[in-house]
T-cell receptor, first 115, second 111 residues
């Protein structure tokens, strides 16, 4: 069990550019979440997948954001036409959802800076 | 919007003392989870307590849950400098599939 892996760890981009982040969940986990965290705040929910299906999206997720989880394994989060307000830590988490409550395990995050 | 609220927002104590953090939430939950986050890093899962449980222990951690008051507390006993971090509670509330986080408590352990 290598845990949840996120890539890259840091990304600096110019305003208006597109960026894509990758998340590899714990291998047997069927649920995958994306959160965003700004300085001094708790993580805010963006979206989640159950296997390959995207089942919920937050109102925070504007049209410039898109997430995919092809084949129910890794996931990508793309931000188009980045804005300075997109600067944040983007966190991915996975869990195994079944009959009982389970913990969600987080990756180390991708820190995005839009300049 | 965030459902949970942690109290206090910041806590500074001497090494060896106990640290208590509180979390309040607004709606019925399935479970409540506590996480630790070191500066600029990811979240580390500490403990999960189910809605039908009242207390849970893990090493130096003790978590209580009072569903009638919609509140939880995290107690860290015999604190160490390495416990310096932000601590978040996250609720899995009924009818929803995501965790909702509070704003966290910043804990500083002074040597």
């Amino acid at each position: 069990d290598t845990g949840v892996s996120q890539d890259p760890r840091h990304k600096i981009t110019k305003r208006g550019q597109n960026v894509t982040f990758r998340c590899d969940p714990i291998s047997e986990h069927n649920r995958l979440y994306w959160y965003r965290q700004t300085l001094g705040q708790g993580p805010e929910f963006l979206t989640y997948f159950q296997n390959e299906a995207q089942l919920e999206k937050s109102r925070l997720l504007s049209d410039r954001f898109s997430a995919e989880r092809p084949k129910g394994s890794f996931s990508t989060l793309e931000i188009q036409r980045t804005e300075q307000g997109d600067s944040a830590m983007y966190l991915c988490a996975s869990s195994l959802v079944g009959r009982t409550n389970t913990e969600a395990f987080f990756g180390q995050g991708t820190r995005l800076t839009v300049v | 919007s965030q459902q949970g609220e942690e109290d206090p927002q910041a806590l500074s104590i001497q090494e060896g003392e106990n640290a208590t953090m509180n979390c309040s939430y607004k709606t019925s939950i399935n479970n409540l989870q506590w996480y630790r986050q070191n500066s600029g890093r990811g979240l580390v899962h500490l403990i999960l307590i189910r809605s039908n449980e009242r207390e849970k222990h893990s090493g130096r951690l003790r978590v209580t849950l009072d569903t009638s008051k919609k509140s939880s507390s995290l107690l860290i006993t015999a604190s160490r400098a390495a416990d310096t971090a932000s601590y978040f509670c996250a609720t899995a509330y009924q009818g929803a599939q995501k965790l909702v986080f509070g704003q966290g408590t910043r804990l500083t352990i002074n040597p």
